[in-house]
């Protein structure tokens, strides 16, 4: 291991070198860059939609303004921020290093991804900013949507171009963990962030184009009025949800997929050992990935679904539960007698396995058909989401550029700020959250900008919204704290080691506390798999002899 | 096949591919013209279905390729399946949403005895 001072960051200067690079670590920072902007945005635009519920009454949104904002919110963080962000940020600086290549197996593509990306995020902001604030919710339901202004049209062109850099991202991985593996990494070896990525890319290919399919029938209904959807000219407004789901749901996986990836190798490299069931955990990302293509259409238990389609979907969804509880009895095992040490990510590997417990178990209880009759469209399923979307996806995206940070910037940050951060989000989080499972369970419903008239009946909407408010104010200072030291650490932080936390991934193992422009000076020769302590004498020196 | 190694496919067995695409062209088209009742649906993508295999499979080459790429094929046609399958489960049956006609259940209900 040699200090690199020909590093990935300074081998070349200047703006343009961004721009038009090909490097796969410098493509991550892109997507960093991006996805932390769009993350920004979506916060402040929850922040809205927070304070406007806090007290009932109209406060500073009224309900067409209140509907356009958390359409806005719900597109921003689904479509701009957590399928990307994951797979576009660690996937793309992390796996390429972890299976021991040089780059990933199409450079070129991958830039084009961050491009296509971008373009499909720029046409969302000026289709807002220029032709109109669209209010159908992010899941775009026709016929609300045919019937809406021509700026939806805006909005799911956006989606059906940002799409591709999806498709795109995902096929690149598929096709670099099976060409690009350096000598030894055989498949039982590879580290489960990898597994976890490239289940993912499965599924970016095979359910994106379907998104794209979708919005391109609803392009073609409104333009040239051919009805497929909209009832008014003999279309199925229940067929657009059938087509919706078939990708969106899948997509749920495409966001949480690489999450359990990251928490997978937290755990192997906190708690110091073998991860617990390796082989269950890789072989349950697949699994997931497939049974997640058969469950759509529990979203659609109350949208006049045949009975026969509800049961067959509630019963499949209870199958998803199998493969998920495969990875957290497998994570708490890994953590059993080990030794495990609570840096920062560790701290949010920890958060994971308690927020997403309870976002799965109540995605378990809204599978029932009879249960999700009544919380359906009500503020339980916030919650619920919630809870995977943010208490799975977004911790498992924090804890992991944590623990990537030091390999990406070089840089150390400050853990006693970490650990505040990290407390402040995990008490901001749950007081958001835990009070609308209880108003979603009390008849609250969701899009709804005031409560007012509700009051009468149900008095303790007013307390649980106010806490979920302050809840949400406590949740935006930790996250703005860890972007304020993060920012800091960038600057003033101090150096990092090439290995600080001990790590035995290739990236941590055989790279400087940079990574060069080509990652490695000579391709590495894998002899041992990705959480073998006892076996990596590169990592810590030869076992002393008794 | 190994990078480089392209299987040349014989003049004869793309043209008996082209005349059977063709063949089945005609018989798309004849089809289309009979009213054939529930079949219409399942004989027309029965047919599409057969001329794109004959396409991936000839003209595309899948078979001499490496399998992983028919895997690969396979998967998207088995989830086109899987959707189209679950979504008719629910338009073709789209009336019934699991209640009973009027007067067709009698709803008793059991006095509960106090101890």
Same mark, same amino acid.
């Given at each position: ?41 979506g916060g402040?635009l929850a922040t809205f939609v927070r304070t406007e519920l806090g ?6 949104l009224?309900?067409?303004?209140y509907n356009?904002i958390f359409t806005l919110h719900g597109v921003v963080m689904v479509?701009?921020v957590i ?49 109109? %604030?669209?209010d159908t919710g992010w899941t *775009?339901y ?36 099976? %060409? ?41 209904? %409104? ?25 969106s749901h899948?997509?749920v996986?495409?966001m949480i ?41 529990h979203h659609?238990f109350v ?50 396995? *308690?927020l997403f417990?309870i976002g799965g178990l109540t995605g378990?209880m809204v599978g029932?058909?009879?249960v999700d009759?009544h919380l359906h469209d009500t503020y339980f399923i916030v919650a619920h989401f919630h809870y995977v979307m943010m208490g799975g996806a977004l ?11 030091? %390999? ?20 901001g989080f749950n007081l958001t959250f835990l009070p609308q499972f209880i108003l979603g369970s009390r008849g609250m419903p969701r899009r709804y900008h005031d409560y007012?008239?509700l009051?009468?009946?149900f008095?303790e909407f007013?307390?649980l919204n106010m806490a979920s408010t302050i809840g949400s104010?406590?949740l ?71 | ?115």
């Amino acid at each position: 291991m040699r200090e690199g001072s020909h590093n990935y960051l300074s081998a070349r200067k200047g703006l343009w070198s961004w721009l038009a690079t090909t490097d796969h670590k410098r493509i991550g920072i892109l997507y960093a860059i991006a996805c932390g902007t769009f993350f920004l945005l979506g916060g402040i635009l929850a922040t809205f939609v927070r304070t406007e519920l806090g007290t009932p009454g109209e406060t500073i949104l009224d309900q067409d303004g209140y509907n356009q904002i958390f359409t806005l919110h719900g597109v921003v963080m689904v479509f701009l921020v957590i399928i990307p962000a994951i797979p576009g940020i660690l996937g793309n600086f992390v796996l390429p290093i972890q299976i021991g290549a040089k780059d990933v197996a199409f450079p070129r593509l991958n830039l084009a991804s961050w491009y296509l990306f971008m373009a499909g995020a720029l046409m969302a902001v000026f289709g807002w900013l220029f032709v109109g %604030k669209v209010d159908t919710g992010w899941t *775009f339901y026709t016929p609300y949507s045919s019937g809406a202004s021509n700026a939806v049209l805006w909005l799911t062109s956006a989606v059906f171009v940002a799409g591709f850099a999806s498709i795109f991202t995902g096929l690149n991985f598929i096709v670099t963990v099976h %060409k690009m593996r350096a000598p030894g990494m055989t498949w039982n070896r590879l580290p489960l962030f990898v597994w976890a990525i490239y289940a993912t890319g499965i599924v970016q290919v095979l359910a994106t184009p379907v998104i794209g399919i979708t919005m391109v029938l609803l392009f073609l209904e %409104k333009l040239m009025q051919i009805g497929i959807f909209d009832p008014a000219l003999g279309g199925d407004p229940v067929l657009f949800q059938h087509f919706f789901w078939f990708y969106s749901h899948p997509a749920v996986y495409i966001m949480i997929l690489p999450a359990m990836g990251i928490i997978s190798d937290l755990m192997g490299t906190f708690s110091r050992q073998q991860v617990s069931g390796y082989t269950f955990i890789a072989l349950s990302s697949v699994a997931i990935a497939f049974l997640g293509f058969l469950v759509w259409g529990h979203h659609m238990f109350v949208a006049g679904q045949s009975a026969l389609s509800s049961i067959i979907f509630s019963m499949l969804t209870f199958l998803i539960g199998i493969p998920t509880g495969i990875k957290v009895f497998n994570w708490v095992a890994t953590m059993y007698k080990g030794s495990v040490w609570l840096r920062t990510p560790m701290i949010y590997a920890l958060m994971f396995l *308690f927020l997403f417990t309870i976002g799965g178990l109540t995605g378990i209880m809204v599978g029932v058909l009879a249960v999700d009759v009544h919380l359906h469209d009500t503020y339980f399923i916030v919650a619920h989401f919630h809870y995977v979307m943010m208490g799975g996806a977004l911790i498992g995206l924090i804890g992991g550029l944590h623990y990537w940070w030091p %390999k990406m910037t070089g840089r150390m940050y400050n853990e006693t700020a970490g650990v505040i951060a990290a407390v402040l989000v995990f008490i901001g989080f749950n007081l958001t959250f835990l009070p609308q499972f209880i108003l979603g369970s009390r008849g609250m419903p969701r899009r709804y900008h005031d409560y007012t008239e509700l009051l009468p009946s149900f008095p303790e909407f007013a307390p649980l919204n106010m806490a979920s408010t302050i809840g949400s104010y406590i949740l935006g200072v930790g996250l703005l704290m860890i972007l304020v030291y993060a920012l800091y650490s960038l600057f003033k932080g101090p150096k990092a080691p090439a290995n600080p936390w001990g790590a035995c991934t290739l990236e941590w193992t055989h790279t400087g506390p940079l990574p060069d422009e080509h990652n490695f000076h000579e391709t590495p020769l894998v002899t041992r798999g990705p959480y073998d302590f006892h076996l990596a004498d590169d990592v810590f020196g030869p076992k002393e002899e008794n | 096949m190994a990078q480089g190694q392209h299987h040349i496919i014989p003049t004869r067995t793309l043209a008996a591919v082209f005349g059977l695409l063709l063949f089945l062209t005609v018989v798309t088209v004849i089809t289309a013209r009979i009213d054939l009742g529930v079949i219409n649906i399942p004989l027309a993508l029965a047919i599409a279905g057969s001329k794109a295999i004959l396409v991936a499979w000839i003209f595309m080459a899948l078979k001499y390729d490496n399998k992983v790429n028919l895997l690969v094929l396979a998967l998207g046609f088995v989830f086109a399946v899987v959707f189209l399958a679950l979504t008719l489960a629910d338009t073709e049956l789209r009336g019934n949403i699991g209640i009973t006609e009027p007067g067709t259940t009698e709803l008793t209900v059991e006095p509960v005895e106090s101890e």
